[in-house]
T-cell receptor, first 119, second 116 residues
Framework: DTEVTQTPKHLVMGMTNKKSLKCEQH?????MYWYKQKAKKPPELMFV???????INESVPSRFSPECPNSSLLNLHLHALQPEDSALYLC??????????????????FGPGTRLTVT | SQKIEQNSEALNIQEGKTATLTCNYT??????LQWYRQDPGRGPVFLLL?????KEKRKERLKVTFDTTLKQSLFHITASQPADSATYLC???????????????FGKGTHLIIQP
């Protein structure tokens, strides 16, 4: 099973709402990622979890709060978002940390994304 | 600052010809470089990974080269087909000094159109 699943597929929320995005993988991967992708732009890294610990936070505003409850699950909690936060949110996973393990580099498997609209 | 450039936003190629996409980078020394395909409304799909000590990698009709002196990677699709039409993204690891997991920094992508 080389699939990364994300729910929901689409989400519309108001600026005062609280919602969560979910991501799941069963490939035994120990690194998981959140990316944000605006229309006609490349994905931009937001957070990296490595062995269930937050490894990288790319200066993302605190209205985005990641959580990794276990090695298979990754959540992104959303609160008080702005309309400019509307985007496709992509989750990805990879076998392990390329640099820390001194490994050869590992490909990332992406989910289909959650299309978020903030009104 | 680090910069990744892909040669063109769009590339039109006749079916059967070889499509060549370019990725250049500056102010960076990646340990590896990856190429992904992305179709509209979908997540990127991994195609090939090449390490800094490798010159060339092949997979079926795909070939990627990596020149760390020129700071450039070329991505080739031979015998191109209309089904190859998609956006192709070049990605580099974002190495953190002192270790830690890597995320990817993507180029803007090249929208490849294969015309029948």
């Amino acid at each position: 099973d080389t699939e990364v699943t994300q729910t929901p597929k689409h989400l519309v929320m108001g600026m005062t709402n609280k919602k969560s995005l979910k991501c799941e993988q069963h490939m035994g991967h120990r690194a998981m990622y959140w990316y944000k992708q605006k229309a006609k732009k490349p994905p931009e890294l937001m957070f990296v979890y490595s062995y269930e610990k937050l490894s990288i936070n790319e200066s993302v505003p605190s209205r985005f709060s990641p959580e990794c409850p276990n090695s298979s699950l990754l959540n992104l909690h959303l609160h008080a978002l702005q309309p400019e936060d509307s985007a496709l949110y992509l989750c990805a996973s990879s076998q392990e940390q390329a640099r820390l393990a001194g490994g050869p580099g590992y490909e990332q498997y992406f989910g289909p994304g959650t299309r978020l609209t903030v009104t | 600052s680090q910069k990744i450039e892909q040669n063109s936003e769009a590339l039109n190629i006749q079916e059967g010809k070889t499509a060549t996409l370019t990725c250049n980078y500056t102010n960076y020394s990646p340990a590896y470089l990856q190429w992904y395909r992305q179709d509209p409304g979908r997540g990127p799909v991994f195609l090939l990974l090449i390490r800094e000590n490798e010159k060339e990698k092949r997979k079926e009709r795909l070939k990627v080269t990596f020149d760390t002196t020129l700071k450039q990677s070329l991505f080739h699709i031979t015998a191109s087909q209309p089904a190859d039409s998609a956006t192709y993204l070049c990605a580099l690891d974002t190495f953190r000094r002192g270790g830690g997991a890597d995320g990817l920094t993507f180029g803007k992508g090249t929208h490849l159109i294969i015309q029948p």
